[in-house]
């Protein structure tokens, strides 16, 4: 009975070893994110050591492996759960606008960013663009001319830009730099115009957006890829030499970020000349340049009640031009964002009629267009100008921060 007694003890013992000890191994592996692989490896031992039936190993290895192997997850496991979740209701559906903007654009180095590990390798292969000999001789000459002038204590005095500045970026096309020079523009690259921005910017960060704002967005973004023959040459030549100054209105009390919630809306409608006409009500805020603009590109909703397009009463999110003189128009008082003196205000619109084909970025074939349009296109302001603008800024800051340590 004694010797009974001992030997269970010992048994005990060793059991409550074995025990810690595998509690510890396998928090140590949980912390060191082993692979799936190796705990299937090291579970199966344990198992072993402590005389589960073999077959009960066997089944765990086979469970394990269809986990390890992802075509067979895929088959056997992930469809029949998504199925499940989708039966259940579990995923939030992509709504069509979210999709457009998933769908739009390309991917291009930044991939290797957001893939979470980055091949530098490919990174560092890719070609840098190079400014043509036109690109480098505007930027030593008007661009260079441009920051001699600009004083930013006197803008920031002023609240505005001098005249004779304004007129020297408009005679200069820099308001027209993404514009083909077959419509009169610069023709110039998305390396000059994040070149143009940076050492601008290093002056004059009002100066940066009155240039920045006309070769982003708005419009001539938008007419030069989506706008009808007449359309181009109508607009592009005069945004090209300054003589319209355009703004783009997106921004809505209750919709910035989630841009696609915008209320400002448009109806189409049937004059007595048997012309369709659009009507449009508008609420915009925020929106650089408009306070001086002579256009306004604007985004809203489109209806078409009476179904003159044969494509349903909804027409969704359209993108359309807006002489700043047309009836109903109002360009408020210009807001002070950030205390840098760009122009900036908020524009409503009050019973706005025109004629829809002219008006409708693309025109009438273009309507309900807006938000794929938009989705293509924010990418210039989002993805040069303002990177370009911090990029100078930052530069700028840099060459201060050496001149304190001389
Ligand atoms: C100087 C200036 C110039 C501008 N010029 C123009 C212009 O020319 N045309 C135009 O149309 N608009 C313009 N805007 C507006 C600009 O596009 C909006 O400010 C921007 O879209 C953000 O919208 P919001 O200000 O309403 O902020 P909100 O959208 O209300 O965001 C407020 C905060 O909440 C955060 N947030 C919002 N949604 C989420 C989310 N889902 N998850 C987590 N965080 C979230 C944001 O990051 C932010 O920090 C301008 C704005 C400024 C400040």
Redesign the pocket.
């Known amino acids: 009975m004694e010797l009974l007694e001992m030997y269970s003890g010992v048994f005990l013992n060793n059991l409550a070893a074995a025990s810690i000890g595998t509690v510890l191994f396998v928090t140590a592996m949980g912390y060191l994110g082993f692979p799936f692989w190796l705990w299937t490896i090291v579970l199966s031992g344990i198992m072993f050591g402590f005389g589960v039936p073999s077959v009960v190993i066997v089944l765990f290895i086979a469970l394990s492996l269809v986990f390890i192997i992802p075509p067979l997850r895929q088959v056997l496991v992930s469809s029949g759960v998504m199925k499940l979740f989708k039966v259940m209701k579990f995923i939030p559906q992509i709504s069509e606008t979210e999709r457009t903007a998933l769908e739009a654009g390309v991917v291009w180095a930044e991939a290797e960013l957001f893939s979470g590990k980055p091949n530098f390798k490919k990174l560092m292969s890719e070609p840098s663009p190079k400014l043509t000999t036109e690109e480098q001789a505007f930027l030593d000459g008007p661009v260079e001319e441009l920051c001699k002038m600009i004083d930013a204590w006197q803008v920031y005095r002023l609240r505005n830009i001098p005249d004779n500045i304004m007129d020297f970026i408009k005679n200069n096309k820099f308001l027209g730099m993404i514009i083909p020079t077959e419509y009169g523009g610069l023709g110039f690259s998305n390396l000059l115009h994040s070149e143009v921005i940076q050492k601008i910017s290093t002056r004059s960060i009002t100066a940066s957006i009155t240039v920045m704002?006309p070769n982003s967005?708005?419009p001539a973004e938008l007419l030069v890829h989506y706008g009808t023959d007449e359309q181009k040459k109508s607009w592009l030549p005069r945004l090209a030499e300054g003589k319209e100054m355009p703004?783009?209105?997106?921004?809505e009390p209750q919709?910035?970020?989630?841009?696609g919630s915008i209320v400002s809306s448009g109806v189409l409608f049937k004059g007595e000349d048997g012309k369709i006409y659009l009507k449009l009500n508008w609420n915009?805020?925020?929106?650089?340049?408009?306070a001086i603009s002579s256009v306004i590109g604007l985004?809203f909703k489109l209806r078409d009640p009476e179904n003159l397009l044969g494509r349903g009463e909804d027409l969704g999110i359209t993108c359309a031009l807006i002489p700043a003189n047309t009836k109903g128009v109002v360009l408020g008082l210009r807001h002070d964002?950030?205390s840098i003196p760009?122009y900036?205000c908020p524009t409503e619109g009050h019973d706005v009629v025109l004629v829809a084909n002219d008006a409708i970025i693309g025109g009438l074939d273009k309507a309900g267009h807006g938000w794929k349009m938009l989705m293509e296109s924010l990418g210039a302001g989002r993805g040069i100008s303002l990177p370009a603008q911090s990029t100078g800024g930052m530069k700028l800051f840099g060459l201060f921060s050496l001149g304190s340590c001389n």
């Open positions: 704002v967005l708005g703004c783009f209105g997106l921004t919709a910035g970020s989630d841009a915009k805020r925020w929106i650089t340049l408009a985004a964002p950030l760009f900036n």
